[in-house]
């Protein structure tokens, strides 16, 4: 249901959408008629430029930073987004890390470890905590794994494994809001053409990830941002607890 059809601007956070896939789903919500809230950790500039794309088209945004591994910056970014516009309707569990390097789990060192958890894991875990008790009854939540799960590709290992815990947060937690009416869902996007996704890899790598799916290129923003809008809107109210994988095909 888009803010327009109840006749009430509905606010979505979308968390580390300062730039690429989170980016594109702030400017796809602000379309549908969302207020959106572009949460950044560190590129305040980034973020503010999505915001006056939003603004300069006719929509409404603001950009609050939070660090999501903190749970006191993601207190702060449910209170800065309620004095804003009123209310949350709508979480997108978008920000997320990934190593520029890929190394095999035997390889990974302590501190590799325990940021892609703390960011991955205990980010979603933070934002889910504040959301289900900020969110309006009726309120959508999206949150963000991976097709590497499918994929299990080496050198993922423990990627992939941040991204399996927030799988199982989602099935649980739709479970958990029962009587709330929100909805929890995850997509799982398979490559897609952002800085992420790209930074470390060779031509040829990013070349024949490419080729990997049916339909033979890499996901865009707009692909994963045309599937979030539909996880949140009424298109989907009989979708619940899953984890819908957004990736050509490729697993």
């Not at 945004?61 to 006191?72: F, G, N």
């Not at 929890?184 to 053409?193: H, L």
């Amino acid at each position: 249901m888009t803010a327009s059809a109840n006749q009430v601007t509905q606010t979505a956070i979308v968390t580390g959408a300062s730039r690429g896939i989170g980016a594109a789903i702030a400017q796809r919500l602000a379309k549908e008629g969302y207020a959106v809230v572009v949460n950044y950790a560190g590129q305040a500039g980034e973020a503010q430029a999505v915001v006056q794309s939003i603004t300069a088209a006719g929509g409404k945004a603001v950009a609050i930073q939070a660090d999501v591994a903190s749970s006191a910056a993601v207190k702060q970014l449910f209170e800065g987004s309620i004095k804003a516009f009123g209310r949350v309707d709508v979480l997108v569990n978008n920000a997320g890390i990934m190593p520029p390097t890929l190394p095999a789990l035997a390889d990974t060192d302590d501190d590799t470890f325990d940021r892609l958890f703390a960011v991955n894991v205990k980010g979603t875990f933070n934002t889910l905590r504040e959301a289900a008790t900020r969110l309006q009854p009726g309120g959508r939540i999206v949150n963000f794994s991976t097709s590497v799960i499918g994929l299990a590709l080496p050198g993922y290992a423990i990627y992939g494994a941040t991204k399996s815990a927030v799988e199982t947060f989602t099935n649980i937690m739709a479970k958990e809001l029962r009587g709330k009416n929100i909805r929890v869902n995850a997509i799982a996007p398979g490559p897609t053409a952002t800085a992420l996704f790209l930074n470390g890899k060779t031509p040829e790598t990013i070349e024949r990830m490419a080729k990997m799916a049916p339909l033979e290129r890499l996901g865009t923003p707009e692909d994963i941002a045309s599937a979030v809008a539909f996880l949140v809107s009424e298109n989907s109210a009989w979708v619940n607890g899953q984890t819908l994988r957004a990736n050509g095909g490729v697993v």
